[in-house]
């Protein structure tokens, strides 16, 4: 058993990065045959692509997938530790995997992601759910065949969560959801210590993959049909930072874009890092998307300045308009957090006023859920719960009310969508995103999905629009 521990994850020293080649021993390759597994993810990017990781590493195991929990052999749920909400939702989970492991006690059951490396839940799990049967954290995606093969050997739980800063494995499988969109992992963790956030000690300290590495995962890709690329990291902008090879996101991002992927994204950025030459490579490179997410988190600066932001509202709104000037058509989007311990009337007020200077593309935005053992939940915190959904429901108001107006110019517009398949909300249109990531709704021919098309936007909403292929 590998406990994690909250001392441990607060870390950070000057010792260098392992580089480790994933391989898995011929001796886990049967484990899973004629069984089949069912693995839910919850949070960000950066955890859905784990799972494509886990996904495949489990079919080296012999497991097939199935998407009906009840059927499946092996149930794994990939989890989110960002917000308490996320939380309630796992364990909401968990109750009904119990009910159903009840009734079938051969099932394995496991649990890993964010939440599995907080002290706290992984003592819970040890204590309470011993039923679970495998628990393996961030840093321990690797060792999955290791971890399953012992817990059926031995049939106890098998747990195994490091709190350790981290190593860089490359050579991971992937089944990844897309055959035309594709994460790419270009770092790892993050040392930006934001004092509401639980990453940097769930996601240990920040670690750049090599440029070779990166470029050559995108060349494969291309070489396999994929049409966009999204370089994925906590906090993209610090890229290369931790290499001291003198090459950093703006080199990076030109180089990605000249392998020639059609469509490349990045996210997320931190504003603390965003740096001219960076905004000059994406306005010069028309592969590169006009499309940047910008977390604002709070327009006050004394907020900004108790998360540890390193910016103030002016040098956030000075940022935002150099790249509306440099990049004309740039959608921006943002994250917005209410309710942080200490903000006034005023403070929320000057949040509602960079919202009304930058008129966002859209925004998520979140009600402060203090993490145990992150600085703000330490700090007093005297603002009723009332109040802070009624903020919410403010900005929420604005949110959308702008979200509306950037759609709208939109309208009759002939705009290039990536066709990634079927509409949810009707099988007769298909879907995709606009290069500035807005979701089309499209009347066109089924062959065209996986390529580029014009589209002509005949009616819009808030959070989508309707359009038609344009041939002229
Ligand atoms: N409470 C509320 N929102 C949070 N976020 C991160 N930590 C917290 C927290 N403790 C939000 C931030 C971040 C997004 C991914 O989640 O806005 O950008
Ligand atoms: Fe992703 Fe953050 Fe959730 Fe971890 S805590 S899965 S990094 S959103």
Known sequence: MQMPSLLDAKKRTKDKVKTINYDIDDKYKNLGKNKTYFIKTYGCQMNEHDTENIKAILEQMSFKETDIMENADLILLNTCAIRENAHNKVFGMIGRIKHLKASKPNIITGMCGCMVQEESVANEIKDKYKWLDIVFGTHNISNLPKVLSKSLKNQKQELEVYSIEGDIIENMPAKRDSKYKAWVNIMYGCDKFCTYCIVPYTRGKQRSRTKENIIKEIKELIADGYMEVTLLGQNVNAYGKDLDANYDMSDLLKEAALTGIPRLRFITSHPWDFTDKMIDVIAKYPNIMPYIHLP?????????????????????????????????????????????????????????????????????????????????????????????????????????????????????????????????????????????????????????????????????????????????
Request: charged fraction near 30%.
């Open 296 to 472: 604002l988190q709070s327009g006050s600066n004394k907020i900004l300045k108790l998360m540890g932001r390193r910016y103030t509202k002016e040098t956030y709104i000075e940022l935002f308009n150099k790249i509306k000037e440099k990049i004309p058509n740039c959608a921006v989007t943002t994250d917005i957090i209410v309710g942080f311990p200490g903000e006034t009337e005023e403070d929320f007020n000057d949040t509602l006023d960079v919202v009304n200077t930058c008129k966002y593309d859209s925004a998520f935005t979140f009600i402060f859920s203090p993490r145990e053992g992150t600085p703000a939940s330490k700090m007093k915190d005297e603002i009723s719960l009332e109040e802070k959904e009624q903020r919410l429901y403010k900005l929420n108001d604005l949110i959308n009310k702008y979200a509306k107006e950037a759609n709208d110019k939109y309208l009759n517009k002939v705009v290039p969508v990536l066709i990634e398949g079927e509409s949810e909300k009707d099988k007769n249109l298909l879907m995709g995103y606009t290069d500035t990531m807005k979701l089309v709704n499209v009347k066109a021919p089924k062959d065209k999905i996986g390529q580029i098309i014009n589209v002509k936007i005949n009616s819009v909403k808030t959070w989508s629009m309707d359009g038609v292929e344009d041939k002229s």
